[in-house]
């Protein structure tokens, strides 16, 4: 309700507003717990805001989270067909959620509807643990298509992101080892040698990911989607 405070995993207590906005809470506190389990990069997504639509239209996703997961995400999306943009978090809209009982608001005080899709983002990176490399995809739009086919997306739910999170958790483990955003892990606690990236992808979505036409996700990838195709090198950095 309204003025409620809510305490979410991990203790931050957030203080209601919009009950329209349930949905951040949720993943709020699935991104407290992917960190609490242990994660080097999180990529989550969801149909965050209506603002992604405003913004980009209903073709491009919404990216935010830390400078080198975005980045990593952004250029695996590009390689399969599904764009999305990297958007700021500011800090000025950061500061109109400051609440007076609670660690933070759930969006701006005031429901000014200023930088929609940064109060999202903004909100989410509370829950982020320090040292994870993390971004969000914004699907709001290109989670689904009320028109006319283009390209492999048909009529109805695309798809969107899910080929994009297969081609990051192909890249993630070089760009781990190149240094692009996770720590370092060389041994595991039990000495048996190197441990694996670990990335936990989170996704909230009130549409459909599956494909309208029913078909395998990947049946339309475009031809530079073939496996084996190494990560771009600027997807490390």
């Given at each position: 309700r309204p003025g409620d405070v809510v305490t979410m995993y991990g203790g931050r207590k957030v203080e209601v507003l919009n009950t329209d906005a349930e949905g951040r809470m949720i993943l709020g506190d699935a991104i407290a717990r992917a960190c609490a389990d242990g994660c080097d990069?999180?990529?989550e997504t969801s149909t965050l805001t209506g603002g992604q639509v405003i913004a980009l239209g209903k073709r491009i996703a919404?990216?935010?989270?830390?400078?080198?997961a975005v980045e990593l995400v952004r250029t695996a999306g590009d390689r399969?067909?599904?764009?999305?943009w990297p958007m700021p978090l500011p800090e000025d809209v950061r500061q109109g959620m400051e609440s007076a009982v609670a660690d933070i608001s759930q969006v701006v005080t005031g429901m000014e509807r200023i930088g929609t899709m940064a109060q999202g983002g903004l909100f989410l990176s509370e829950f982020v643990a320090p040292g994870v490399a993390w971004a969000h995809i914004d699907v709001a739009g290109p989670a689904y298509h009320p028109g006319e086919p283009y390209g492999y997306v048909t009529k109805g739910g695309t798809g969107v992101p899910v080929r994009t999170l297969i081609a990051v958790l192909g890249c993630v483990p070089q760009a781990a080892g190149r240094g692009g955003g996770g720590r370092a892990h060389p041994r595991d606690r039990r000495g048996r040698g190197p441990r694996r990236t670990r990335l936990p992808l989170v996704v909230a979505a009130r549409r459909p990911l599956r494909a309208a036409n029913g078909r395998g996700l990947l049946s339309h990838a475009p031809r530079n989607d073939r496996p084996g195709r190494p990560c771009p090198r600027r997807a490390a950095r």
């Open positions: 990069y999180l990529v919404g990216l935010m989270g830390s400078d080198g399969v067909g599904e764009p999305a």
